[in-house]
């Protein structure tokens, strides 16, 4: 079945996050208010996805789930067609989700008081899982060059105190939707040699390349040498708008790091539940990949308009996007104070946005925009945004 990614679909109501929690998180927001905050899309899953979920729920009965091997060997099929990735089943841990998972390599190989390297401007939860740990954070900010984030090896001497015992990558990267070449993963995985780093790799957003974009590298390739101190995180999640599912899985091909990996989700009885497995088993199938294509080709389009309304606002420049579906807005050149900047967009223009100093250094004066929502909800998001803007023009 061809997917709609056009059909405007009512999420209030439905125990979404995304829609129904605009107010707890943001206090008033206007009652047409435009959900573009929450990393999750404003389509259906694919068919193929929903059949399976509903297999399982005729059944009637929901108890345990068994060892799955069908589950473990879709994630391997996807991962050598889609990544060119071969993967054993054995090296496959299933995790609640990659928060989750990188919450467990926080515990598994740090201690209390550790320093953890995160790239910012970066997703806001690593910050928040290291730090709710016992854990700090060391900000290595990355550039901005051409309009496009950089690794910024020159600006980093200096910043690291000695603590750090791990650094967490998010590639491709969120936000600003970077795809890093192999050279830069190698050059990452380098340093944390050097500096005997594990290095945790978030991959999470590697389905989502936008159609003319560098193709995503694994860090497992790129870097095949790291092997012993590399944990990969993955999901289907987020490719194929099943996040609720919560479910997702660190891959680690070196038996000693993944044995404490193990101990870690022993000691807090991590098990997958049921209905996320036969759903990501559907999904990582060929008609899942056809889905994917035509839904990175969707998000390209509404990247596009959105990038030339929002560049057309004085002072606003919207990163391009290799990857992801969250556009990075630079609102420096504004000049406006961040909380100017904040009641414009969700005052003025009625948009629950993510304020970038949530993203860590270099997010002061940006906001992210989920633009994975229908066409015409993104047409409406950049006339909201012109006219709450229209006197810098
Ligand atoms: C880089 C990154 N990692 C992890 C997550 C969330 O993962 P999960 O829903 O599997 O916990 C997100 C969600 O936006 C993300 O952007």
Same mark, same amino acid.
């Given at each position: 079945?061809?997917?709609?990614?056009?059909?405007?679909?009512?999420? /209030?109501?439905?125990?979404?996050?995304?829609?129904? +929690?605009?107010?707890? =998180?943001? %206090?008033? &927001?206007?009652?047409? !208010? #435009? *959900?573009?905050?929450?990393?999750?899309?404003?389509?259906?899953?694919?068919?193929?996805?929903?059949?399976?979920?509903?297999?399982?729920?005729?059944?009637?009965?929901?108890?345990?789930?068994?060892?799955?091997?069908?589950?473990?060997?879709?994630?391997?099929?996807?991962?050598?067609? /889609?990544?060119?990735?071969?993967?054993?089943?054995? +090296?496959?841990?299933? =995790?609640? %989700?990659? &928060?989750?998972?990188? !919450? #467990? *390599?926080?515990?598994?190989?740090?201690?209390?008081?550790?320093?953890?390297?995160?790239?910012?401007?970066?997703?806001?939860?690593?910050?928040?899982?290291?730090?709710?740990?016992?854990?700090?954070?060391?900000?290595?900010?990355?550039?901005?060059?051409?309009?496009?984030?950089?690794?910024?090896?020159?600006?980093?001497?200096?910043?690291?105190?000695?603590?750090?015992?791990?650094?967490?990558?998010?590639?491709?990267?969120?936000?600003?939707?970077?795809?890093?070449?192999?050279?830069?993963?190698?050059?990452?995985?380098?340093?944390?040699?050097?500096?005997?780093?594990?290095?945790?790799?978030?991959?999470?957003?590697?389905?989502?390349?936008?159609?003319?974009?560098?193709?995503?590298?694994?860090?497992?390739?790129?870097?095949?040498?790291?092997?012993?101190?590399?944990?990969?995180?993955?999901?289907?999640?987020?490719?194929?708008?099943?996040?609720?599912?919560?479910?997702?899985?660190?891959?680690?091909?070196?038996?000693?790091?993944?044995?404490?990996?193990?101990?870690?989700?022993?000691?807090?009885?991590?098990?997958?539940?049921?209905?996320?497995?036969?759903?990501?088993?559907?999904?990582?199938?060929?008609?899942?990949?056809?889905?994917?294509?035509?839904?990175?080709?969707?998000?390209?389009?509404?990247?596009?308009?959105?990038?030339?309304?929002?560049?057309?606002?004085?002072?606003?420049?919207?990163?391009?996007?290799?990857?992801?579906?969250?556009?990075?807005?630079?609102?420096?050149?504004?000049?406006?104070?961040?909380?100017?900047?904040?009641?414009?967009?969700?005052?003025?223009?009625?948009?629950?946005?993510?304020?970038?100093?949530?993203?860590?250094?270099?997010?002061?004066?940006?906001?992210?925009?989920?633009?994975?929502?229908?066409?015409?909800?993104?047409?409406?998001?950049?006339?909201?945004?012109?006219?709450?803007?229209?006197?810098?023009?």
């Amino acid at each position: 079945m061809t997917p709609d990614f056009d059909q405007i679909i009512d999420r /209030r109501g439905t125990l979404c996050n995304k829609w129904d +929690d605009m107010g707890a =998180v943001f %206090g008033d &927001v206007p009652d047409d !208010a #435009l *959900a573009m905050w929450v990393a999750d899309m404003d389509f259906h899953a694919p068919a193929i996805v929903r059949e399976a979920l509903e297999q399982v729920v005729a059944r009637g009965i929901y108890g345990y789930p068994g060892e799955n091997l069908p589950y473990l060997d879709a994630i391997r099929w996807w991962m050598e067609h /889609r990544h060119g990735w071969t993967v054993a089943r054995g +090296d496959i841990l299933s =995790v609640h %989700g990659l &928060v989750n998972g990188t !919450a #467990l *390599a926080v515990e598994a190989y740090t201690d209390p008081g550790d320093a953890v390297i995160l790239m910012t401007p970066v997703y806001h939860a690593f910050a928040r899982v290291v730090k709710a740990s016992g854990r700090t954070v060391t900000e290595l900010p990355l550039a901005v060059t051409d309009g496009r984030l950089e690794l910024d090896w020159p600006s980093w001497d200096g910043l690291l105190t000695g603590r750090e015992r791990m650094l967490i990558l998010c590639s491709p990267h969120n936000p600003g939707g970077r795809v890093w070449s192999a050279e830069e993963l190698r050059r990452i995985a380098d340093f944390c040699r050097d500096r005997d780093l594990i290095l945790v790799s978030d991959e999470i957003h590697h389905d989502l390349i936008l159609p003319g974009s560098p193709r995503h590298t694994v860090t497992a390739l790129a870097a095949p040498d790291a092997a012993d101190r590399l944990v990969t995180l993955t999901a289907a999640t987020k490719s194929f708008n099943i996040a609720g599912a919560h479910l997702g899985n660190a891959i680690i091909t070196d038996a000693a790091l993944r044995e404490k990996y193990k101990a870690r989700m022993m000691a807090l009885g991590i098990s997958p539940g049921l209905f996320g497995l036969p759903m990501v088993t559907a999904a990582y199938s060929p008609q899942g990949a056809e889905w994917i294509d035509r839904l990175t080709a969707y998000l390209a389009g509404n990247a596009a308009l959105f990038d030339a309304g929002v560049n057309a606002i004085p002072g606003a420049r919207s990163m391009p996007l290799q990857a992801t579906y969250l556009a990075w807005v630079d609102f420096t050149g504004t000049g406006l104070s961040p909380e100017d900047l904040q009641a414009r967009i969700l005052g003025g223009a009625g948009i629950a946005a993510n304020r970038g100093e949530t993203f860590g250094l270099g997010g002061q004066g940006h906001a992210r925009f989920n633009l994975a929502t229908p066409r015409a909800r993104v047409a409406e998001a950049v006339e909201r945004l012109q006219r709450a803007f229209a006197d810098l023009q």
